[in-house]
């Protein structure tokens, strides 16, 4: 017989909070909320409140002093979790400041429990602690103290089987408060401020008996409350091959839709595979990428496309907006400067869903290192191979689009070093060519398939791009000044 | 700045005041009704705002309407609050009786069209709903905004 006891999980109703905590809110836990003002923590804790109470089950939730009562009544009411009919009826508030500026923690202990034993609520707020900490500086003589109240309060409120949240600003690490090591839970909210973006991120420090997502997350407050995005997991790689990241030579092409580049590409794109299209500006990588997810909707396989480019009006870009239009193409365009990848991935991979796509195109890596946050820009890479990992994991084929300025010195592919992390790599460069410039392109990689390695010339036409034949009577095209090969009896061959 | 709400509260608590003053009341007997009202808002309210947070209110309330009702100028430091409200119901009791039936229902819709200021009329009419009766109607419209 199993004894074992088995702790319920509450849904907090903060989306992005339950996978971070890792299935739910323990029942009965004793949990706090810190971080600096501004934050988010009133905030959060009564998105959780209102979320979770019910007349059965209802909620208190202690006021001190701090943000007076009547501010956070009006503030938080913009919030559109805030029911006015739970107010009184399962969610009750009760201000102790009195209490608190007797200086007085017996009192404080005798309000909170003669309140908690008329009402048997289910969950309890206390905000904020941190006006508690403050006048425990002052205490009354004879009152007990602060530690000793704050176990007593966790005592009183585990015992009277509550799920409770102190709400405070009290992380300090050369003082550590003895409320963390009661409490059972500790989150922890911040916000940074770099240069014109503010950032607000949160972690679970602690959260006792589950397995928490570790590391720093993003959240938005918005009018509908907060909304977390979970950092990205990469799981550690089994070993088994699995659908998505082995390599199989039965595995399906998807066809580029751009005539010969399938050719190049040694049959067309593995299915799953991430692609990098890297080449310098005008040089047709977003012409190659609309014509990519055009292709999979003649072929019934949905496209998703983030965008952080702005485009210019041509008859190929009217196509993928008649697509976007009539939701063929799912369409993720932003101009924000605050996102984090996280953010970026949470709702590309809600859209993937929601479309069911297998083709994914991000258009470009250069516009999306802009968007994003300048505090993550440090881990621009790092964050890419996470969400190249989970497009991967999702069996979706990305194709990423890369600004690359032409070096003629060099063979770079990507200036994040992301060339290493997809499974094809095309790059595009301009030659000059009898005092034109011309456009090539190659297939530099394929992983585990055979490829063209040939150069290709092409141009883009109102039709989208045509490939020419292979640039045989000239060398040095990287260098970007290729000569005529000695032999040669024609120019470069292969424009139609 | 009158709204239809403003009326909606003024008809409540007039309707409260002369239910608790009485058919035939006399200056304090309005007095005695006008605090008693107050007091019953007052316990509503603190425990949810604060005791301070009620007593700024009303301080508030009491500035504005006395400007127009010259009885309830409360001349002097009154010290605590029970001072205060002595002053007051003395000057009420000592008015006309209609004067302090105006002066004591303006006193009350004053402080709840600030209470509702702040925190909205929804919330207002659900957290004062012991000490007022709100006619249905009105509430119906309410939970549709």
């Keep these: ?141 004879g009152s007990i103290k602060l530690q000793q109240f704050i176990q007593q309060l966790g005592i009183l409120l585990s015992g009277w089987q509550a799920t409770t949240f102190l709400i405070g600003e009290y992380l300090s690490e050369r003082n550590p408060n003895p409320v963390l090591t009661v409490a059972d839970g500790l989150l922890s909210l911040e916000q940074s401020v770099y240069r014109n973006s503010m950032v607000r991120q949160m972690q679970v420090i602690k959260m006792r008996g589950q397995a928490t997502r570790p590391g720093m997350h993003t ?40 005539p010969r ?33 055009s292709e ?24 993928l907006d008649d697509l976007i239009r009539k939701e063929q193409i799912g369409l993720i365009n932003t101009r924000s400067l605050d996102l984090s990848i996280d953010e970026i991935v949470h709702n590309l991979t809600n859209l993937i869903h929601r479309m069911k796509a297998t083709r994914v195109v991000i258009d470009s890596l250069s516009g999306f290192e802009l968007a994003v946050a300048p505090t993550f820009r440090e881990d621009f890479r790092e964050s890419l191979f996470r969400m190249v990992t989970v497009l991967s994991g999702l069996g979706v084929t990305v194709l990423m689009t890369s600004e690359l300025e032409d070096r003629y010195i060099d063979l770079r592919f990507s200036p994040y070093g ?39 010339q092409f141009e883009i036409t109102d039709e989208g791009i045509e490939i020419g034949d292979p640039v045989l009577d000239y060398e040095g095209l990287l260098g970007g000044r290729p000569t005529r090969m000695v032999d040669a009896d024609t120019v470069v061959r292969g424009k139609p | 700045m009158p709204t239809l709400k403003s009326d909606f509260y003024s008809e409540a608590i007039r309707r409260v005041l002369i239910s608790r003053a009485g058919t035939a009341p006399d200056a304090g007997m309005v007095a005695e009704a006008t605090l008693n ?43 605590d609050s029970a001072a205060l409200l002595a002053s007051l119901k003395a000057n009420l ?26 925190i909205g009329e929804s919330l207002t009419s659900r957290l004062l709903s012991p000490v007022l009766t709100f006619p249905s109607p009105i509430s119906e419209q309410e939970t549709e905004l």
């Design chain 1, 1 to 141: 017989m199993n004894t074992k006891v088995t702790i319920r999980r509450l849904n907090t109703g903060v989306p992005g909070l339950d996978q971070i905590l890792g299935g739910g809110l323990p029942e009965f836990s004793f949990n706090l909320i810190v971080g600096k003002p501004g934050t988010g923590k009133t905030t959060m804790a009564h998105q959780i409140m209102f979320a979770l109470a019910t007349r059965e089950r209802p909620a208190l939730f202690f006021t001190v002093l701090g943000e007076p009562p009547l501010k956070m009544l009006r503030y938080q009411q913009q919030f559109s979790f805030f029911d006015l009919d739970k107010v009184n009826a399962s969610i009750r508030y009760v201000n102790l400041s009195d209490e608190v500026a007797m200086h007085n923690f017996d009192q404080v202990l005798a309000r909170i429990t003669q309140e908690v034993e008329a009402l048997s609520p289910a969950l309890v707020f206390v905000d904020s602690f941190r006006s508690v900490m403050l006048e425990s500086q002052h205490p009354r003589k």
């Design chain 1, 219 to 258: 959240f938005r407050i918005t009018s509908a409350g907060i909304e977390i995005f979970p950092a990205a997991v990469v799981h550690v790689d089994s070993g088994e091959t699995t659908a998505a990241t082995g390599v199989s030579q039965n595995r399906a092409r998807l066809t580029m839709g751009i």
């Design chain 1, 261 to 293: 580049l399938d050719e190049m590409l040694g049959g067309g794109l593995p299915s799953g595979y991430s692609l990098l299209v890297a080449g310098p500006s005008g040089s047709g990588k977003t012409i190659l990428a609309t014509k990519f997810l």
């Design chain 1, 296 to 319: 999979g909707v003649r072929c019934g396989e949905p496209g998703v496309i983030v965008a952080f480019e702005q485009v210019p009006s041509r008859s190929w870009i009217r196509t």
């Design chain 1, 418 to 456: 992301s060339a290493f992390l997809t499974d094809a790599i095309i790059v595009q460069r301009y030659i000059e060519v009898d005092s034109r410039l011309k456009r090539v392109m190659a297939v530099v990689k394929v992983r585990a398939s055979n490829h063209s390695n040939e150069i290709r």
């Design chain 2, 37 to 79: 009202i107050w007091r019953q808002m007052a316990a509503w309210l603190a425990p949810i705002i604060g005791i301070r947070g009620v007593e700024v209110l009303f301080s508030r309330a009491l500035q504005l309407t006395s400007r127009a009702f010259p009885c309830l100028v409360i001349t002097g430091d009154q010290g």
């Design chain 2, 93 to 118: 009791a000592a008015s006309a009786t209609n004067d302090a039936m105006e002066a004591g229902h303006a006193l009350l819709v004053t402080f709840t069209e600030l209470l509702s200021t702040l």
